[in-house]
């Protein structure tokens, strides 16, 4: 009852030699020649370079970075709390907790909310200037 099996050239599963050369490429991965499917990970050595992916992805622009401080400076400092300004509150919460400096801030104190604040609208500004002005560079509107 025993049965003998004969074993082909080509593996089973690929349905191609390993002989031949196989080709893989793809519009997002640079081709790379490879000698047999099984050695792909040595052709490429683990690095695959895409070709629709820019390097420089940040695109990062000093411009953002100062038209955005600015324009978060200027409306943070309008005096609308109580007749003072947010950056006013901010900058005298840090004017206050450095005055006991080796005790931290404790949990209650006013500083915790206006550094939230304060960093929170500066933030989202800086985020925002980053669409607009590389928006505006690529004509997206």
């Known amino acids: 009852m025993a049965t003998n099996f004969t074993t082909a050239s ?19 991965v640079k081709p790379v020649m ?12 683990g690095k695959f370079t895409c ?5 420089d992805w940040l695109r990062r622009d000093l411009n953002v970075i100062g038209f ?10 309008v005096p609308a709390i109580d007749g003072k300004s947010l950056t006013g509150l901010f900058f005298d919460s840090i004017g206050t907790e450095l005055a006991h400096f080796p005790t931290p801030p404790a949990l209650t104190s ?23 002005f590389k928006g505006r560079t690529d004509k997206y509107f």
């Open 10 to 28: 080509t593996v089973v599963g690929l349905g191609i030699s390993l002989s031949k050369r196989a080709c893989l490429s793809s519009d997002f």
């Open 51 to 55: 070709m629709s992916f820019q390097s």
């Open 34 to 45: 490879v000698r047999s499917p099984l050695r792909q990970a040595q052709a490429s050595r």
């Open 110 to 132: 006013q500083f915790w909310l206006w550094l939230i604040c304060w960093h929170l609208g500066l933030f989202i500004t800086l985020t925002f200037g980053q669409i607009g």
């Open 68 to 77: 955005g401080l600015i324009g978060w400076l200027v409306p943070s400092s």
